[in-house]
């Protein structure tokens, strides 16, 4: 079964675009120097729409996470048990997403992981992270 299919509008058009370029992109306010991630138009903490877009460095540290042991859609049963992650970017904003090449034992909030960028065939690139190399139990 294929990926839920996403149709990118607004700022997510840019941010996909960023994506299939290499870049993970976050949103940095001018008003209020305050970085944040979904992509959007108004800074969540001050509502000024000075916003720019910014490349990251992809590394962060696990702020939370859950491992799936059911699907929670059909096109990832064959992907159980897998990890959620909330991480938190060196530059200042949180992310989520799916955490690869893990055991769910070998994870735990404060380790260090890395974003990398996945091309499927004929879909939008998808982040995933994995743990540093140094850190990789």
Do not use: W
């Amino acid at each position: 079964m294929t990926r839920p299919q996403i149709a990118p509008r607004g700022e997510e058009k840019l941010y996909f675009s960023a994506l299939a370029d290499g870049n993970l992109t976050y949103g940095f306010c001018l008003a209020c120097s305050t970085s944040h991630f979904y992509p959007r138009t108004l800074c969540p903490n001050c509502h000024s729409d000075d916003i720019e877009s910014r490349v990251g460095s992809g590394r962060g540290t696990i702020y939370s996470f859950t491992t799936q042991y059911r699907a929670g859609n059909p096109a990832l049963e064959d992907q159980v048990p897998y990890t959620i992650v909330m991480v938190d970017l060196e530059e200042g904003y949180r992310m989520m997403a799916d955490l690869v090449g893990s055991e769910p034992e070998a994870i735990s909030i404060g380790l260090p992981v890395v974003a990398e960028i996945e091309h499927p065939d004929n879909e939008h690139p998808v982040v995933h992270f994995r743990m540093e190399v140094s850190h990789g139990r």
